[in-house]
Structure formats: structure tokens, C-alpha cells
Nanobody
Framework: QVQLVESGGGLVQAGGSLRLSCKASGTVFSIRSMAWHRQTLGKKRELVAT???????IYLDSVKGRFTVSRDNAKNTMYLQMDSLTPEDTAVYYC??????????????WGQGTQVTVSS
């Protein structure tokens, strides 16, 4: 059973920083692409950043220069360093990953989400 668990969300003032983590646990043979998405009430879920295996990192335009995505393959963990946060970054942040759960089969998984609230 594979699970993605996010952590690191919370309340921060505008201009502050947070670091989100997403750890894959269970039977994980390998992880292909990983991504962070976010969603606010009444809006569509949007892609914030994606990091593949050897693929270019892609960021949502509004977070470029402020957010940095990275991954530690040995720990099956992805991070999102968020700096210069604004109230517009307030959302539930979700982790998403393509995981090889049984050789050679991959499945797409979502985490449960972590709330990020930026006060003005």
C-alpha cells in the first residue's frame, strides 16, 4: 500500500517562508514524476511545480523566483520551499506522484493535502 503524506503547512505572515514535504511510503520501487498542486475554495486545482527524473522543472508563472521544488530520491521525498509568500498563495497544497508500486507497474497517487494560509 503506497501513501503520499504532506507536511509543513501552516499559518505565516506575508513575506514569510514555509517548506512543504511530501513523503512516499509503503512499497515504492521507484518514482517517476512528482508535482505540487494547490486549490482554493471554488477554484480549480492548479499545478504549482513539477519535477521529473531528468526532465526540466516547471513552475506556475506566479511562483517563479519564489518557490523551489526539489526531491531526495533516497528518501522518496519531495520538497517545496516557498519564500516571499503572499495572501494569494493561500490554498491547500497537494502532492502528486507517479509511483512504481509493483514492477513494472506505475500508478498515480495523491496526498491528502496540507493547508497553507498567508496573512496580510
Amino acid at each position: 500500500q503506497v501513501q503520499l503524506v504532506e507536511s509543513g503547512g501552516g499559518l505565516v505572515q506575508a513575506g514569510g517562508s514555509l517548506r512543504l514535504s511530501c513523503k512516499a511510503s509503503g512499497t515504492v520501487f521507484s518514482i517517476r514524476s512528482m508535482a505540487w498542486h494547490r486549490q482554493t475554495l471554488g477554484k480549480k486545482r492548479e499545478l504549482v511545480a513539477t519535477i521529473g527524473s531528468g526532465d526540466p522543472i516547471i513552475y506556475l508563472d506566479s511562483v517563479k523566483g519564489r518557490f523551489t521544488v526539489s526531491r531526495d530520491n533516497a528518501k522518496n521525498t519531495m520538497y517545496l520551499q516557498m519564500d516571499s509568500l503572499t495572501p494569494e498563495d493561500t490554498a491547500v497544497y497537494y502532492c502528486n506522484a507517479d509511483i512504481e508500486y509493483s514492477r513494472p507497474w506505475f500508478r498515480n497517487y495523491w496526498g491528502q493535502g496540507t493547508q497553507v494560509t498567508v496573512s496580510s
